[in-house]
């Protein structure tokens, strides 16, 4: 059984910081693309950023970045996301997806 476990989220004031962590289980971790995607209120999921598999390239929207770093531990089957610099906008849901499929997603509230 495939599962993406997202974890990390809370509440945090504007210009705080959070890491979120995803750990995925059922397949081959190390093979795959891993991505984060956010849905705030009233809005469509968008993606946020996404690593590749064992010689990683990074991509970032650019609302977060040079705030956001996207990382993975392939040892542990986990992938990250620093968040640094929150501001209000960047509230939502956040979902860790790879090939086609994706965690529950974990609730990030920034505070201004």
């Known amino acids: 059984e495939v599962q993406l476990q997202a974890s990390g989220g809370g509440l945090v004031q504007a210009g705080g910081s959070l890491r979120l962590s995803c750990t995925i289980s059922?397949?081959?971790?190390?093979?795959?693309?891993i991505g984060w995607f956010r849905q705030a209120p009233g809005e469509q999921r968008e993606p946020i950023s996404c690593?590749?598999?064992?010689?990683?390239?990074?991509f970032y929207a650019d609302s977060v970045k040079g705030r956001f770093t996207i990382s993975r531990d392939n040892a542990k089957n986990t992938v990250y996301l620093q968040m640094n610099s929150l501001k209000p906008e960047d509230t939502g849901v956040y979902y860790c997806?790879?090939?086609?499929?994706w965690g529950k997603g974990t609730q990030v509230t920034v505070s201004s």
């Open positions: 690593i590749s598999s064992r010689d990683p390239n990074t």
């Open positions: 997806t790879s090939r086609t499929y």
């Open positions: 059922g397949f081959e971790f190390d093979d795959y693309a």
